[in-house]
Every structure is written in structure tokens, then in C-alpha cells.
């Protein structure tokens, strides 16, 4: 019974390093890792330099088919269990609602909606006692954030269901993490959109994708449903449920970062 990771995203940035992570054996024991991305020579370069059974797929998640080609990988490996999916994929753009691009839109919603969606329905069969999830959601998520506001509410969206099926799952001994990091100096940030509103909301401050990595892991085997990696960020958290929602925007709209 092969024992299996899925990452998504696995090309670069976070998602690379949680393939350098489980691959070092900080996700427990696992047999094959299997990554998913759309650039087939970087997904190349995992399999040369992973000690584990690297299986690519070189796919774009937001096409549908992509779930079936993955649904059937797992169905046509015999006594398959996936023992952790890490839905890393996503995409972002900051900027007003109404001048941003219908394309961007749709982009977020793929990916940071249904991609999460349906890689755990089409997972979820394969897994058991002892499986873990991890989604990467974001710090944007704990409140609306005006130029950012699609984003925000897909990231609040990965939160509140994570939790939810975190809830829904622990019976069987199958736990869900939500991911909530800030900004990490990755890709992500290369083609922002809006340069200004980006550089104003990143004022908050980085973290390493070695850190989230590394705590999004330790939580996933602790079994805890939210992982937030920054201290300054778990304030952020708890303000956020504590003061009224117009409160917290006065205080972003005097620091300037919206």
C-alpha cells in the first residue's frame, strides 16, 4: 500500500519547499510524492534532486480534466493511500474590483476555490485514519481587504472550510490545516497588477517559505485545524475577532496600507 503526497504548486516557492520538506521526511512516513504544476521541466528538476519516488503531473488546474487525470492516476495505483494533499496552488492580483480584469477573476476562483474543492472530493476516498490536508489560505483571509477583495474572500472561503471539514473528519482520524502566512518573497509577487496597492498591503512584512513550511507541517501531524506561522499575524488574528470589522479599516487606512 503505496503512501502518498500530493502538492500542488509543486514548481516553486512554497510549494517546492514543502517537497523538500517531506521529501526529508517531516511529514511522516511517506512512499511517493506526487507533484502537480503547469512547468514540466521544473517539475523535472523535483525528480532529480528528491530521494523519494517523485511522480509528476504537468497540468493546469483549471482545467476540469485535470481532476480526472489525478482521480485516475490514484484509482490505477493498486491499494493507493494518500497520507497528505498540500493544496498550495494559487494566484492573486491587488487592485479595485472594478478596473481589475475578468481573466484574474476567473484565474482566483479556479484555484483558490475549486481546485481545493475538488482535489479533496476526488482524494478523499484514497485517504484514512491518520491523513492530513493542508490548504494554504492567508493572513488576508481574517478580514475583507479592499484591493485585494476577490482574493481576500477565496482565502476566507479556504479558511472557513478547511475548518469546517477539519470538524466533519476528525472522527475518522482525518484532519484538515488551514494555512494563514503572509506574503512570501515568491513568484506570487511578479506580476501583482496593481504595483502600489501591492507594495502598500506587503508593508506588513515577509516570512521565508522555509518557516511556513516547517510550521504548516508541524500543525498538519499535530492535528490543529489553523496554523499561523507569524506572531505579529496571531495578533492580527485575534484583533480581528475581537473589534468591529469598520475599526480594524480605519487602522489599515491610517497606516496606509490600503
Known amino acids: 500500500m503505496p503512501s502518498i503526497a500530493i502538492v500542488t504548486g509543486a514548481s516553486s516557492g512554497l510549494g ?8 526529508a521526511g517531516e511529514a511522516g512516513a511517506i512512499d511517493e510524492i506526487w507533484v502537480i504544476a503547469r512547468r514540466a521541466e521544473r517539475l523535472e528538476s523535483l525528480v532529480r534532486t528528491t530521494s523519494h519516488v517523485v511522480r509528476p503531473f504537468c497540468m493546469d488546474l483549471t482545467d476540469p480534466v485535470s481532476y480526472d487525470i489525478l482521480e485516475s492516476a490514484l484509482s490505477e495505483t493498486p491499494t493507493a493511500r494518500v497520507a497528505l494533499l498540500v493544496n ?8 479595485s474590483f472594478a478596473r481589475g480584469s475578468r481573466d484574474d477573476v476567473k484565474l482566483m476562483l479556479s484555484l483558490l476555490v475549486r481546485a481545493p474543492v475538488e482535489l479533496i472530493y476526488r482524494t478523499l476516498p484514497f485517504m484514512r485514519q491518520g491523513s492530513r490536508i493542508i490548504n494554504v489560505a492567508s493572513v488576508a483571509a481574517f478580514m475583507p481587504q479592499p484591493h485585494l477583495a476577490v482574493y481576500s ?8 472550510i ?4 477539519d470538524a466533519e473528519l476528525g472522527d475518522v482520524g ?22 502600489g ?6 508593508a506588513i512584512g515577509f516570512e521565508r517559505v522555509g518557516d511556513v513550511a516547517r510550521a504548516a507541517l508541524r500543525a498538519s501531524r499535530a492535528g490543529r485545524d489553523l496554523c499561523i506561522p507569524s506572531l505579529d499575524m496571531k495578533a492580527l488574528y485575534g484583533a ?6 469598520r475599526a480594524v479599516l480605519a487602522c489599515e487606512r491610517i497606516l496606509g496600507i490600503i
Do not use: Q
Open 240 to 245: 480581528s475577532r475581537l473589534l468591529p470589522y
Open 153 to 160: 474572500a477565496c482565502k476566507r472561503f479556504v479558511l472557513d
Open 88 to 95: 498550495n496552488a494559487g494566484a492573486g492580483t491587488f487592485g
Open 174 to 195: 482525518i484532519h484538515v490545516t488551514a494555512v494563514c502566512p503572509k506574503f512570501m518573497s515568491t513568484e506570487f509577487l511578479d506580476h501583482p497588477g496593481d504595483a
Open 162 to 165: 478547511s475548518r469546517s471539514l
Open 16 to 23: 517546492r519547499e514543502f517537497v523538500r520538506r517531506i521529501d
Open 197 to 202: 496597492a501591492a507594495t502598500r498591503m506587503t
